[in-house]
C-alpha cells in the first residue's frame, strides 16, 4: 500500500501538515517539498483554517536531505539547481501564505530543516531535540534561506559561528538564542504546540495576516536574494570534490 510522503490532517482550524518518512526519520526530497507546497497552497484557500502546523511522524521532526534520490548519474550542477528550486518553492510558501505556520519540532532536525523551522513563524521545540545545522561540515552551501533567517534571528556573528561549526544544539539552547519560541519536555510537545496553534486561531485572522505580512516583507527581500544565490553556491559546492568524499561516506552507512 503507498504511503503518503507528506500528509494534511485538518482539526478544529488548524492545518497539520505532516512529514511521513519515519524510518528516515522524516528526510525530506524534492518530492516531499513540492507536496509541502501545494499543501500550503491548498490551507492559504480554506477559509476554515485559521492556523498550520509543520511536523514530523514520529520522533523526530526531519534528518535533512535525503540521499537516496533518483538522479542522473553523476548528478550534475543543473539538476542540483533545479532540485533546490523545488525545496525553495517551500520556503517561499512557508513565507508567503497568510496564515501563521508553526514549526513542532522533536529529535533530529539536521540542515535544511533547520532551514524550514526557521522559515516557520513560531517554533516549538522538544528540551532534547538535536538541531544540527550541519551544512559547512559536509562541504554545503547553507541552504533554503537559513543565511537570512538566522541571522535575522541571532546576529550576523552568532548565525556564523552556528552555520561554519555545525555544532549541535538542544531545544533549550535554540530558546537561549532566540531561534524558539517555546521549549517542552518531549512527552508534551505535540499537546502543547497544539494549544498554542489553538490560541492562535482564536486571535482576529484579519489582524495576525496583516502583521505577519508586514514584518516578513522586512525581511523577506533579502531573503529572496539569498535563495538566488544560494541556486548558484549550493550546485557549485555539490560538485566539490570535499562534498563527493563526504557523500560516499554517508551512502556506505
Known amino acids: 500500500m503507498q504511503v503518503d510522503v507528506v500528509y494534511l490532517e485538518k482539526q478544529d482550524g488548524i492545518g497539520v501538515i505532516c512529514l511521513n518518512q519515519p524510518k ?12 509541502i507546497t501545494d499543501l500550503l497552497n491548498e490551507l492559504e484557500q480554506d477559509d476554515d483554517i485559521r492556523v498550520i502546523v509543520l511536523r514530523g511522524a514520529g520522533e523526530h521532526f526531519c ?11 553523476p548528478i550534475t550542477a543543473e539538476f542540483s539547481r533545479k532540485s533546490l528550486r523545488r525545496y525553495t518553492r517551500a520556503i517561499r510558501a512557508i513565507r508567503s501564505t497568510s496564515k501563521p505556520v508553526v514549526a513542532m519540532v522533536g529529535g533530529y532536525a539536521v540542515g535544511g530543516a533547520v532551514s524550514m523551522m526557521l522559515a516557520c513563524d513560531l517554533v516549538c521545540v522538544a528540551a532534547d ?5 550541519n551544512f559547512c561540515a559536509i562541504g554545503l552551501v547553507p541552504e533554503l534561506g537559513i543565511m537570512a533567517t538566522l541571522p535575522a534571528a541571532v546576529g550576523p556573528q552568532r548565525a556564523k559561528e552556528i552555520l561554519f561549526l555545525g555544532e549541535r544544539m538542544t531545544g533549550v539552547d535554540c530558546l537561549r538564542l532566540g531561534i524558539a519560541n517555546r521549549v ?15 490560541r492562535l486561531g482564536a486571535r482576529s485572522s484579519i489582524s495576525l495576516k496583516i502583521t505577519k505580512g508586514i514584518m516578513n516583507s522586512a525581511m523577506d527581500a533579502a531573503l529572496a536574494n539569498v535563495l538566488e544565490a544560494e541556486s548558484i553556491g549550493s550546485p557549485l559546492c555539490s560538485q566539490s570534490e570535499e562534498f563527493k568524499a563526504i557523500a560516499a561516506k554517508f551512502a556506505k552507512r
Open 129 to 133: 531535540a538535536k538541531i544540527i545545522p
Open 63 to 73: 534528518a535533512g536531505g535525503d540521499l537516496d534520490q533518483p538522479g542522473p548519474s
Open 24 to 35: 528516515k526519520k522524516n528526510a525530506i526530497s524534492a518530492v516531499m517539498m513540492d507536496l
Open 184 to 198: 517542552f519536555p518531549a512527552e508534551r510537545l505535540e499537546e502543547e504546540t497544539m494549544a498554542l496553534a489553538q
